[in-house]
């Protein structure tokens, strides 16, 4: 099936700006929504941002809108997520979904493909 693999997280100080980056399967990722989601400790698995198949819609969480970018290379499949002024409660584990679907959609559950996270630790 679909592989799914997340990179570009580290230790980084308030302030800072990261960027994440995904690799997706090129057959599934081309024509489907994808998505960022992020599980702080001891706390659920929350959304992120996400962005349609074509790159033409994206959705943000309003704790980071203004702050984080996503987007996706529509040649190479890579989806991005370029963070500027993180805090420290972005600390999370970032994850990478796929979805069959070609919407930017929030919701977990219409993603089938998932990575297996890349850590986002901020300082204060």
């Known amino acids: 099936q679909v592989q799914v693999t997340e990179s570009g997280g580290g230790l980084v100080q308030a302030g800072d700006s990261l960027r994440l980056s995904c690799s997706a399967s090129?057959?599934?990722?081309?024509?489907?929504?994808m998505a960022w989601f992020r599980r702080a400790p001891g706390k659920d698995r929350e959304f992120v941002a996400a962005?349609?198949?074509?790159?033409?819609?994206?959705n943000y969480a309003d704790s980071v809108k203004g702050r984080f970018t996503i987007s996706r290379d529509r040649v190479t499949n890579i989806m991005s997520l370029q963070m500027t002024n993180v805090k420290p409660e972005d600390t999370a584990v970032y994850y990478c979904?796929?979805?069959?679907?070609?919407?930017?959609?929030?919701?977990?559950?219409?993603?089938?493909?998932w990575g297996q996270g890349t850590q986002v630790t901020v300082s204060s």
């Open positions: 090129k057959r599934t990722a081309s024509n489907n929504g």
């Open positions: 962005i349609s198949w074509n790159g033409g819609t994206s």
């Open positions: 979904a796929v979805s069959r679907l070609a919407a930017a959609s929030s919701m977990t559950g219409t993603y089938q493909y």
